[in-house]
């Protein structure tokens, strides 16, 4: 089970941008990786290609990329500091708390 989710803010704790924060754009649970807004960014050269409709345009483009889910953390919306996530059972419905300050997430 990924205890990060879309739209949670993170921080990374580890690699190349340990230290920026961002928001959860996409989760790839069976990769076990996240994709996180300004983080983890590619430079990819593109080829100037033909198609049906016209030619394409070629040059260098930055795209992000997944990042290890291992390597980012929640930032707890009540106390804004980073936080491991624990879960909880109430009425037959699963949360997920923070376990700083034991509130829980959206």
Known sequence: MMRIKRNDEVVV?????KGKTGRVVN??????KVMVEGVNIATRHRQV?????????????HVEMPIQASNVM?????CNEPTRVGS??????KYRLCRK??????
Not at 13 to 17: F, L
């Open 101 to 106: 300050c034991e509130s829980e997430f959206e």
């Open 88 to 93: 909880t059972w109430v009425d037959g419905v």
């Open 74 to 78: 929640p930032i707890c919306p009540e």
């Open 49 to 61: 290609s033909m198609s049906n409709r016209g030619a394409r345009e070629g040059g260098i483009e």
């Open 27 to 32: 989760v790839y649970p069976k990769r076990d």
């Open 13 to 17: 704790i580890a690699g190349k941008d």
